[in-house]
């Protein structure tokens, strides 16, 4: 049989339904790009496409399926002519990972390769790959550049990272058609300003923000700061929080610069300044116009004291900026989280379905 292509130029986004994937595809669909999402709502619901196409304005094309599956990733490939690859399909939780390893490897290696193995099949060689400032373990210098030293990453959610971030360049090294963007964001936080899509964690969450958006709804008693006892200035940690909507243009930039053919190369995706635990509790204080409980705890095993983002080469390279400051993403999360207090409605029938 003969597969006629879809003429127009897609981009595959697998795990577009997640939290990271669900506002870049917002971007995409701005940009003029076709948009097919692979997702397997492992930790996504089908309410975020419904919402993003609502919001943008614009039909996308939905696939319910695993990145390990040869078959339908085929059948996708077959179908439409796609021109690159946007990968943030990945299991996320540090913690968990430690206690289901085989699941991450399986699903986040064993995934990716699976996928890049169709897609030089093919002749699909663009790229743009989620990863995180967990590749560079505990780093010597502050703020971290892209040439600072990988690793060693000690949790098996981050040497998936490290892994697949290898695998590419490898790739790229011994074929010059491959071409691969290396996104490490820092701490995404925030919510799309409309307050219409947002991050919907299962359960309790792992990340700071989203628990903390929790306590104030009063789903949880107070916030646990692990640690205060850190080398920084009012001795809890500090981290690199972006918002999700200036992850999202990074993502378009990241596809311009893919039509440059430019090999293998990582960015930061950072704002470049730190903030500590006390002064996160203290802006979405403000946010929301309420006091915060908190209680401090033992360090949180794995944890480093300080990581912040020099972002300078994305900003020279791919002519990127973050527009949002903290204050920004603390309304934008607590917006989404008033309006939403329970996450998307699917995600409230799935719980009680488990009940
Ligand atoms: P998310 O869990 O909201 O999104 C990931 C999506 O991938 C989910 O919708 C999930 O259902 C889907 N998925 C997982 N495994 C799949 C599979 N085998 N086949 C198809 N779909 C699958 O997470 P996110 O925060 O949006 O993260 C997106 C990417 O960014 C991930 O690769 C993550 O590791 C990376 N990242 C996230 C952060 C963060 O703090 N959120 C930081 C750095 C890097
Ligand atoms: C931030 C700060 C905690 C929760 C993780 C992953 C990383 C990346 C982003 C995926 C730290 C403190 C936290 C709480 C707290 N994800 N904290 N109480 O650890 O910087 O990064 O998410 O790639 O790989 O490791 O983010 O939000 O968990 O923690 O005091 O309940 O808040 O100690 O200083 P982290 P986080």
Redesign the pocket.
């Known amino acids: 049989t003969i597969t006629v292509k879809n003429n127009e130029r897609h981009v595959l986004v ?9 506002h870049t595809v917002v971007e995409l669909l701005k940009d003029g790009y076709n948009v097919i999402v ?7 619901c089908e309410e ?1 496409l419904v919402r993003i196409q609502k919001l943008s304005n614009r039909p996308l094309k939905f696939y319910h ?5 040869e078959k339908i990733l085929t059948e996708i490939f077959e179908k439409y002519n796609i021109w690159g690859v946007l ?6 939780a540090v913690g968990e990972s430690t206690k289901i390893p085989l699941e991450y490897y399986w ?2 290696v064993t ?1 990716s390769l699976n996928l890049f193995r169709i897609m030089e099949k093919f002749d699909v060689y663009n790229i743009v790959f ?5 590749v560079y373990g505990d780093p010597d210098m502050i703020p971290v550049n892209e040439k600072s030293s990988l690793g060693p990453v000690i949790n098996p ?1 981050g040497k998936t ?1 490290l892994f697949i971030e290898e695998t590419l360049r490898d790739m790229c090294n011994a074929d010059n058609k491959w071409n691969a963007v290396i996104l ?5 936080t925030g919510a799309h300003p409309s307050g219409i899509i947002g ?2 964690p299962r359960g309790v969450p792992n ?1 700071l923000m989203p628990y903390v958006s929790q306590v104030v709804q009063g789903r949880l008693p107070f916030v646990n700061i692990y640690g205060d006892d850190y080398d920084t200035f009012d001795g809890t940690g500090v981290r690199d929080y972006i918002h999700v909507c200036d992850l999202a243009t990074g993502h378009v930039a990241a596809l311009r610069k893919l039509k440059t053919k430019p090999g293998c190369v990582a960015y930061n995706l950072g704002t470049g300044v730190g903030y500590s635990v006390f002064q996160i509790i203290k802006a979405m204080s403000r946010a929301c116009g309420k006091d915060i409980p908190y209680k401090i705890q033992q360090r949180r095993p794995g944890d480093v004291g300080i990581v912040t983002a020099d972002a300078s080469l994305a900003n020279i390279e791919l002519d990127w900026y973050p527009k949002y400051n903290l204050d920004q993403m603390c309304q934008d999360l607590w917006r989404w989280t008033s309006i939403n207090p329970m996450g998307y409605p699917e995600s409230i029938i799935e719980k009680k379905n488990k009940l």
């Not at 399926?65 to 599956?69: F, S, Y």
């Not at 490490?184 to 995404?188: A, E, I, K, S």
């Open positions: 697998t795990g577009g339904a997640g939290y990271i994937g669900s692979v997702d397997n709502l492992t930790n996504a975020s399926a695993n990145i390990l599956d990968h943030f399909a990945a299991l996320k699903n986040n995934g989620s990863s995180s400032a967990t959610y990272k490490r964001y820092f701490n995404p991050e919907n990340n």
